[in-house]
T-cell receptor, first 118, second 118 residues
Framework: ETGVTQSPTHLIKTRGQQVTLRCSSQSGHNTVSWYQQALGQGPQFIFQYYREEENGRGNFPPRFSGLQFPNYSSELNVNALELDDSALYLC?????????????????FGSGTQLSVL | AQKITQTQPGMFVQEKEAVTLDCTYDTSDQSYGLFWYKQPSSGEMIFLIYQGSYDEQNATEGRYSLNFQKARKSANLVISASQLGDSAMYFCAMREGQGETGANNLFFGTGTRLTVIP
């Protein structure tokens, strides 16, 4: 069974640029969530994709967008990068039968992409 | 108000001893789930243990147990017989039954860094 994989592992961008982060969900998982983890903080929910549609979003501006593909892999796109976007971006997958999740639905996380904005 | 509060930024424990990591939560939902995740330096969030709000017994998973006190809204993680490999960040998280973001995502605390001393 293949776990959640994310690419790239590290990325350096300059302010104003655009970035795309990629995530392959664990085998058999149909739901992908993205989280932002700033230094010294816990992860914060960005959004979630289920059956190729966004079905929930945290307190992040529209310049954070995403996609989910038919094979359930996903992309996170961030436009007009700001210095505060520097963080570890975590992707998590799960095999929800339906949403909203049951309260005991476990998320399986990748190792993240460390984004630095200069 | 913070949904998850972890008041211990750092903890030290002697190898083979037990340690308790504190977590309090805030929700008005009757149905919710509480999770603990471990984050080693690699960045991946590793699921440790789950407690449902309706579970009458405290959850246990090997050396991990959850001290669930519903009236006090606390869900402390107890690690018995600490090992050097337990050194990591530990995050408490909650999923509410009625997701305000539309995805009933996980809300994370700020984490506790555990260091196991040989």
């Amino acid at each position: 069974e293949t776990g959640v994989t994310q690419s790239p592992t590290h990325l350096i961008k300059t302010r104003g640029q655009q970035v795309t982060l990629r995530c392959s969900s664990q085998s058999g998982h149909n739901t992908v969530s993205w989280y932002q983890q700033a230094l010294g903080q816990g992860p914060q929910f960005i959004f979630q994709y289920y059956r190729e549609e966004e079905n929930g979003r945290g307190n992040f501006p529209p310049r954070f967008s995403g996609l989910q593909f038919p094979n359930y892999s996903s992309e996170l796109n961030v436009n007009a990068l700001e210095l505060d976007d520097s963080a570890l971006y975590l992707c998590a997958s799960s095999s929800a039968r339906d949403t909203p999740f049951a309260t005991n639905e476990k998320l399986f996380f990748g190792s993240g992409t460390q984004l630095s904005v200069l | 108000a913070q949904k998850i509060t972890q008041t211990q930024p750092g903890m030290f424990v002697q190898e083979k001893e037990a340690v308790t990591l504190d977590c309090t939560y805030d929700t008005s939902d009757q149905s919710y789930g509480l999770f603990w995740y471990k984050q080693p330096s690699s960045g991946e969030m590793i699921f440790l243990i789950y407690q449902g709000s309706y579970d009458e017994q405290n959850a246990t998973e090997g050396r991990y147990s959850l001290n669930f006190q519903k009236a006090r809204k606390s869900a402390n993680l107890v690690i018995s017989a600490s090992q050097l490999g337990d050194s990591a960040m530990y995050f408490c998280a909650m999923r509410e039954g009625q997701g305000e973001t539309g995805a009933n995502n996980l809300f994370f605390g700020t984490g506790t860094r555990l260091t196991v001393i040989p």
